[in-house]
């Protein structure tokens, strides 16, 4: 296979911001576990079960935030090699359909999807699109409520193919849109924070897709009428 390297540059200014943005990151979580043992050692939290699982899940949030950072730094300083090959878009969708597929039903949220018959084949590292995939239909789980419905849709289109996840959730308003593949970027913040959003997946999400020739964007009639995510691959005649 052949093995493509991705580069960026990152300008000091861009590092300087970087380093504050991950400092204010990670100090909400580590304010929350400090105030806790705090609370916990002077007897005004009772040491329960309630106590000691919030402390864990802010310590799994933060856990969770260091590893989407480390791969955040890998994809933006092109630390990682692309393994390209031919591969079916059914068969990736199929694999994320596999992994994600209980998640919906416990959620009560109906997944279906919508293949053209005649795709070409992509050349694609499977490993790397089937992350970026995963994250997308996640999302799309995560923020359309029970009852709702994801749909994921691949169309042949000159040269590329094209991959939409459609869902029927909670929706972008307009002045977000341009800002949603921006780090540590999100829509509602403290929503976001309590299901455990770090607003790094579609950063990573971008790189990975534009490392391929790709693109990737949303499309959102607004709050509350759901959101449709599509990238592009390069197709192979
Ligand atoms: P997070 O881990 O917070 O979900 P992402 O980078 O994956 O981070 O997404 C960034 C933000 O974009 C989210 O916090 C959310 O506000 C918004 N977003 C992403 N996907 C959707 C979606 N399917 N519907 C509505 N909002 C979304």
């Given at each position: 296979?052949?093995h493509?390297?991705?580069?960026?540059?990152l300008t000091e200014p861009?590092r300087?911001?970087?380093f504050?943005?991950?400092?204010?990151?990670?100090?909400t979580?580590?304010?929350?576990?400090?105030?806790?043992m705090?609370?916990?050692?002077?007897?005004?939290?009772?040491p329960?079960?309630?106590?000691?699982t919030?402390?864990?899940?802010?310590?799994?949030?933060l856990?969770?935030?260091?590893?989407d950072?480390?791969?955040?730094?890998?994809?933006?300083?092109?630390?990682?090699?692309l393994h390209?090959q031919?591969a079916?878009?059914?068969?990736?969708?199929?694999s994320?359909?596999?992994?994600?597929g209980?998640q919906f039903?416990?959620?009560?949220?109906t997944?279906t999807t919508?293949?053209s018959p005649?795709?070409?084949?992509?050349?694609?590292?499977?490993d790397?699109?089937?992350?970026?995939?995963?994250?997308?239909v996640?999302n799309?789980?995560?923020?359309t409520?029970?009852g709702?419905s994801?749909c994921?849709?691949a169309?042949?289109?000159?040269k590329?193919?094209?991959?939409a996840?459609?869902d029927?959730?909670?929706g972008?308003?307009?002045e977000?849109l341009p800002?949603?593949?921006t780090?540590?970027?999100r829509?509602?913040?403290?929503?976001?924070?309590q299901?455990?959003?770090s607003?790094?997946g579609l950063?990573?999400?971008?790189?990975?897709v534009?490392?391929?020739?790709?693109?990737?964007?949303?499309e959102?009639?607004g709050?509350?009428?759901?959101?449709?995510f599509?990238?592009?691959?390069?197709?192979?005649?």
């Open positions: 296979s052949s493509v390297a991705y580069r960026l540059e861009r300087r911001q970087l504050g943005d991950v400092s204010h990151e990670l100090r979580p580590l304010t929350t576990i400090k105030g806790s705090e609370g916990l050692m002077d007897g005004m939290l009772p329960n079960e309630e106590t000691y919030q402390i864990y899940r802010e310590a799994d949030r856990q969770r935030l260091v590893n950072l480390q791969e955040l730094s890998r994809v933006e300083a092109g630390a990682y090699e390209p031919l079916s878009v059914k068969s990736l969708v199929d994320a359909i596999d992994r994600l209980r039903e416990e959620k009560g949220v997944l919508q293949i005649d795709l070409p084949q992509i050349k694609a590292d499977e790397r699109i089937g992350q970026v995939l995963l994250n997308l996640g799309a789980l995560q923020y409520p029970s709702g994801v994921i849709t169309t042949g289109q000159p590329e193919v094209q991959i996840i459609l029927t959730g909670i972008i308003p307009p977000h800002h949603v593949f780090r540590f970027y829509v509602d913040k403290s929503r976001s924070r299901v455990g959003g607003g790094i950063t990573i999400a971008k790189y990975l534009e490392a391929h020739g790709g693109r990737i964007w949303v959102s009639p709050a509350g009428k759901g959101s449709t599509i990238f592009t691959l390069p197709s192979v005649a």
